[in-house]
């Protein structure tokens, strides 16, 4: 009979092989009697380590399936005082929600399938499949407006279809007008594609078509890269008055625009500037954001006479999708978990910027109900590199509104705040943190 440290024993050896990554998270361990022959032990000992692994928290038993080695739990937020290395990211903005995780692996469990997973790793163009541009398209319907499934085309990520749509559309040297705080993604691939951005001022309501005209009188444009909805940073998304101004300038100057939706998820109820310029827009989305970073497809809905050149530039970049992730996406689509998931999703943003608005109140802080960020306005004395310096001490990433700015001597003495990545409780303590380091001033930080 098995002694009680045997199963204890054996458990740890597994426990090691676990750590070790020898056994990695999904793999399914062996049946009990076999697991049992082959480390020399009865059967009812196999049944007490494969109880030893579940209770420790490294496996996890799925009925009729087996035994799976389980995923590691997330670390939890780090604590103010830790090191930077740990520290609280309100610079990237990734939204997970909670119950995320079991919806998509219902969905992505048939192409694990050995039949389906092999015709899911076959190679895919930019044009992918027709159920998946027919699902994406009713994704991206909204206020009566939906985009011909054939004018749709895919890249692995949104920061992919931008780049192929500035590289059809934008040559080097030309001229690309972009708003005066603009997504810093943009910034770095029209530096590397030698493209000049041109600042356009904007208003309340989003970029103003007569900076549009201004710029175009002074020096041709080539194209407009603009966020008409839950612009980043500010939030704002333009009412659909300004929409259809900008569209009227767009089609007498005979000038197209590149349209980022990716953030529209979050406000679902105005059509997109494509609605209303679908000639002279490419709007690009993606799932990033919508869905996991981790498993992402970008998409680009296109003029018919940008289709070619577009598809030309996702082939020559390396950026069309991979298959597997486009079969995952459309059954997402299908069975309305990415609805459900966003549903979530705007529900988690209300409730972060609920938690901005309580600590940062009195500030001069834009930012809308429904949006994953904030722009803060420093208040004096600070200085935007003063305070993200002075953040980053107390374990906290901001960032800088230098990185939105666009132009020389245009940077905004302002931070962006993003809400999305930290656990609810870990982002209220960083919040409180920050608003009591702009209640005081740099030199109380140094006299202390």
Excluded at 210 to 235: C, F, I, W
């Amino acid at each position: 009979m098995a002694r009680v440290e045997d199963f204890r024993r054996v458990a740890d050896s597994v426990a090691a092989e676990i750590a070790a990554g020898r056994l990695r998270p999904g793999d399914r361990l062996p049946p009990q009697r076999m697991f049992a022959r082959r480390h020399g032990i009865a059967a009812s000992t196999a049944a007490r380590v494969y109880r030893e692994l579940t209770r420790r928290g490294l496996t996890v038993g799925e009925v009729g399936r087996g035994t799976f080695v389980r995923a590691a739990d997330p670390l939890p937020g780090p604590a103010l005082a830790e090191p930077a290395d740990s520290r609280i990211d309100l610079e990237l903005n990734y939204p997970v929600v909670p119950g995320q995780s079991e919806l998509l692996a219902d969905g992505i469990s048939p192409l694990l399938r050995a039949d389906v997973l092999e015709s899911s790793m076959r190679p895919v163009g930019a044009a992918g499949t027709p159920l998946a541009r027919n699902v994406v398209a009713d994704l991206l319907a909204r206020a009566r407006w939906r985009p011909d499934p054939e004018r749709l085309l895919f890249a692995g990520n949104g920061r992919q279809a931008i780049a192929a749509a500035l590289a059809a559309l934008v040559p080097p040297g030309a001229r690309l007008g972009v708003e005066e705080l603009t997504y810093p993604v943009l910034k770095a691939i029209a530096a590397r594609a030698g493209v000049t951005l041109v600042p356009l001022r904007g208003d309340e309501a989003g970029l103003d078509p007569a900076a549009v005209e201004d710029a175009a009188r002074k020096a041709p444009l080539t194209a407009v890269y603009v966020q008409p909805t839950m612009h980043n940073p500010l939030s704002i998304s333009m009412p659909e008055r300004r929409r259809a101004e900008l569209a009227d300038v767009l089609t007498r100057l005979d000038l197209p625009a590149i349209e980022d939706g990716i953030w529209s998820f979050l406000r679902d109820d105005l059509p997109p500037l494509a609605a209303f310029a679908p000639e002279h827009t490419i709007l690009v989305d993606s799932l990033s954001k919508r869905l996991a970073p981790g498993l992402s497809l970008g998409f680009a809905v296109l003029p018919g006479a940008a289709v070619a050149p577009v598809a030309a530039a996702l082939r020559s970049g390396g950026w069309t999708p991979m298959r597997f992730a486009m079969e995952a996406a459309t059954r997402w689509l299908t069975d309305d978990t990415a609805r459900s998931v966003a549903r979530a999703k705007q529900r988690d943003a209300a409730m972060r910027q609920e938690l901005a608005a309580r600590h940062l109140g009195g500030f001069a802080v834009r930012g809308d109900p429904r949006s994953y960020y904030c722009w803060w306005e420093l208040p004096p004395p600070w200085r935007a590199d003063t305070f993200v310096a002075t953040a980053a001490r107390q374990g906290i990433a901001v960032t800088p509104g230098a990185a939105f700015a666009v132009g020389r001597n245009s940077a905004p003495n302002a931070v962006r705040l993003g809400l999305a990545s930290p656990p609810p409780e870990t982002l209220s303590r960083a919040l409180a943190t920050l608003a009591g380091l702009a209640r005081s001033t740099p030199d109380d930080l140094i006299a202390e």
